[in-house]
């Protein structure tokens, strides 16, 4: 009997970890959105560092990063409770993942602040690269494996950055493309039409 | 029937909840060790630094803080494995904890690798950029481990390094009391309170 029961109880646990499993599969699916969101938001925003740079119009950069920073945080909030609702949790790996790009946001910011303080002597690309990575190599433990690709990417990106900084535009446009757009546009296309 | 097998399972859950609350508890009396163990290596460094400045032999100063690292790491893997002796358990929450510090140490590497070969980096900005990549360790270890005194850290390390930024001549004595205030102290209560 006890060893019915042991059994009975290993199975009930085995299908709650099988649901948990395909609700975070979900969550990292609608997630997509959110990394394509934040991909085409720095795109325009590198676009538009160039173009006033090129019109010496130094005061728009900041104010065009601040607008494009406060649109990623208020749409992103809006895909953050869009899944929420279609998933119907918030997982503690998700949670963790949330708090990791909470606090690199955090520190994106700070290096604004230094780079204004230093007048522009603090590598800001770089930086922003060596930060974006942490949260990669986070998230390629907590969630998917494959952004462990993306993290190591960003660190040589910083490196390439910091020795070369009249490419770091070019660079930096590269590597989103690579760890956002292309792998966010596969999913899409492979998730379209399909009940996730 | 169905009803005692119930009240048994909610039983072993409790039971099961407890221990792991338990475990908890050991897993954060620890990282005190963790804690006390880099806080005062890293003062030492900082002493170092500071002599070895004034004594204008630079070259030095990265000799001494790689020997220092190589004892944190070194020491660092010894807690974990008598840790592991004792608990006989590696959680979830201390996996990502070592995964965190594993990167933000990768981050610290690149920043002073940045000071030695990038045009663009003033090396004076080498603590400010340091103290960011501590808060966002800690930011996210306060928010594993839910303990209160950690949480106040990382807000004090990244003020930290907006001081240290303005302020570069005196960055190495800010960043020996941010270790003083949110490393060694902590560390110390917990150890006292045991």
């Given amino acids: 009997m006890d060893k019915i029961d042991a059994e009975r109880s290993l199975g009930e646990i085995r299908k709650h970890l099988r649901e948990t499993e395909e609700e975070l599969r979900k969550t990292g699916i609608y997630a997509i959105d959110i990394q ?3 991909g085409f938001l720095v795109l325009l925003g590198l676009g538009m560092t160039v173009l006033f740079d090129k019109l ?5 950069i900041w104010i065009g990063w601040i607008c494009i920073m406060f649109s990623g945080w208020l749409f992103g909030y809006r895909i953050s ?3 929420s609702e279609a ?3 918030t997982s503690f790996a998700g949670r963790i993942v949330k708090a990791v790009w909470l606090g690199i946001t955090i520190c994106l910011t700070l290096n604004m602040i230094i780079g204004w ?6 590598f800001s690309l770089a930086s922003i690269a060596m930060f974006v990575g942490i949260g990669f190599f986070v998230e390629a433990f907590v ?6 690709i993306a993290a190591v990417l960003y660190w040589l990106g910083a490196i390439i950055v910091g020795l070369y900084p009249k490419i770091s535009i070019f660079v930096f446009v590269f590597l989103i493309f690579v760890t956002m757009i292309i792998p966010g546009i596969i999913v899409k296309i492979r998730f379209r039409g399909k009940e996730i | 029937m169905e009803r005692s097998e119930a009240k048994k399972s909610i039983e072993d859950i409790k039971k099961m909840l407890k221990e792991t609350k338990e475990e908890a508890k050991l897993a954060r009396r620890n990282y ?8 005062i290596l890293v003062l030492v460094g900082i002493g170092l630094n500071i002599l070895f400045l004034n004594l204008r032999v630079f070259t030095w100063i990265t000799i001494g803080w790689f020997l220092l690292m190589g004892i944190g790491i070194f020491l660092s893997y010894r807690i974990g494995k008598r840790q592991f002796r004792e608990t006989g358990i590696t959680t979830f929450v201390s996996k990502v904890i070592v995964k965190i510090w594993l990167s933000t140490g990768i981050g610290m590497m690149l920043v002073v690798l940045f000071a030695y070969v990038s045009p663009a980096f003033n090396p004076a900005l080498i603590p400010a950029f340091l103290a960011i990549l501590v808060g966002i360790a800690l930011f996210v270890e306060s928010f594993l481990c839910s303990w209160i005194l950690l949480s106040f850290a990382a807000p004090l390390w990244w003020v930290g390094a907006i001081v240290m930024a303005v302020y570069p001549e005196n960055s190495l004595y800010f960043y020996a009391g941010l270790i ?6 902590p560390a110390i209560l917990v150890k006292v309170k045991g």
Wanted: charged share 20%.
């Fill in chain 1, 81 to 83: 409770k869009r899944i």
């Fill in chain 1, 117 to 122: 303080f230093s007048r522009g002597r603090a």
């Fill in chain 1, 36 to 38: 394509l969101l934040w």
């Fill in chain 2, 32 to 39: 005190v060790d963790y804690q006390l163990l880099w806080g």
């Fill in chain 1, 143 to 148: 969630s998917w494996k494959e952004f462990l």
């Fill in chain 1, 56 to 60: 010496a119009w130094y005061k728009l």
């Fill in chain 2, 180 to 185: 003083v205030l949110t490393y060694i102290i």
């Fill in chain 1, 87 to 89: 998933t119907g949790f």
